[in-house]
């Protein structure tokens, strides 16, 4: 096992408007004084801005939490079951008859919580926990070789599926394995939803209003006109 590790990290952020001039400052710290220094810098960076007449704080006297208890679980998992499965997605890829290695094993779990509030007394909240844990396969027969790495998330420990990663990983990796280049033309095409996810997110900025009011959309011009296909 190569790293052991318990973080933990906080973060305050301040937007203010001086003059139509909009600027933010951040702190680690939540000391009086570090906080006084970040809203002072806060309007020193406000005052090279551009005036930004459209930026305003509206949002006034809301009041959301989003503390659930489907989001945000109680687990009573060991640390020492927690290491024992990331050294076991390691241990049964090995055991796979044509795996190299599993170079990549990993457990993890992250616990948040965000805070929004501003000066017209709206105060916002949201809570969250997440686990998850991953493995990779690296086939290495007949000179050619294929890695693959599969992940699980889950709310608790015991919803995770590392069985089932370490048979995706492997029989991915076993696939790739006579993979070759495929010669130009046109196909059929089945996504897979990760896939289709990361290929919608090259154009994500088309649909971004900031990149419009800044000229950089480039659909900006294009209101009113249809910009894709019916099929």
Known sequence: ??????TASQVIGVRVIKDEHVAISYSESLEPENLAQ???QALTN????????????????LNIST???EIYQQDNATAEQKIELALSLEGKIREKPLAKSAPYNGYSENSSLLLLGNTLGTRCSHRERTLSCYTTALIDHNDKQAMHIAASVARTFDGLTPEKIIEDAYEMAEALLEGA???TGQYSVIFEQDCLNEVLGAFGSVFSGEWAKKGINPWRN??????????
């Open 1 to 6: 096992m190569s790293e052991y590790k318990v």
């Open 38 to 40: 970040m809203v002072d």
């Open 46 to 61: 406000a005052s090279f801005t551009k005036k930004d007449p459209l930026q305003k704080i509206r949002a006034e006297g």
């Open 67 to 69: 503390d659930y208890p």
């Open 181 to 183: 280049p495929v010669p």
């Open 222 to 231: 294009k209101v009113g006109e249809q910009i894709a296909s019916h099929c």
